[in-house]
């Protein structure tokens, strides 16, 4: 890693603003490109280009470099069995049992505090996403997609990434107002 920081900079300083910006791009483009988890796919780009430096190679451009085992990283994430598309016709139903409350307006309160504490434009996005219903609905998804400049899969990547931060709070919330 020292030798990535050094080949970006000198300045201990610079290299790391440098290193923060060329993971920020990546985390971007995976998330443009749908991928599943794109912190964790950036950090794998960051590994291998450390590797090739640590094995030698020499490295004229690492932003651009990056950007090309970004390509390479999509396209392995895209082939992973979590990250396969399919269509609704080849998901077989599964009967979920319905999860009851003793006191489901705890569960609403909490609902509603974890909702509040997201930042105002993940708040008004997912209420956004969720409104309507069926075709009115997948067209609102899509102006939204269109709104934002990202494919309909980085919007739904998007939105699940804020589910995911939402059911934690609402889950670490009612643990507390259980106890």
Not at 31 to 57: H, M, S
């Amino acid at each position: 890693m020292d030798r990535f920081l050094l080949c970006l900079d000198a300045n201990p300083d610079h290299a790391g603003r440098k290193y923060e910006a060329i993971r920020q791009k990546l985390v971007k483009i995976f998330d443009w490109r749908g991928v599943r988890f794109p912190e964790e796919c950036a950090d794998e780009t960051i590994n291998r280009v450390v590797r090739k430096l640590e094995y030698g190679q020499e490295i004229r451009d690492i932003p651009t470099y990056c950007q090309g085992v970004a390509r390479l990283v999509v396209l392995e994430a895209l082939k992973k069995a979590e990250n396969r598309q399919v269509s609704l016709d080849e998901l077989k139903f599964v009967p979920v049992a319905p999860v009851f409350s003793e006191d489901e307006s705890a569960q609403r309160n909490c609902f509603v505090r974890c909702l509040s504490d997201l930042p105002i434009e993940n708040r008004q996005l997912i209420l956004r996403y969720y409104e309507d219903e069926r075709r009115v609905k997948i067209t609102n998804r899509q102006t939204m997609a269109d709104q934002l400049g990202i494919p309909l899969n980085a919007l739904r990547s998007r939105v699940q990434r804020i589910r995911d931060k939402l059911e934690q709070c609402i889950t670490h919330c009612l643990s507390r107002s259980s106890s």
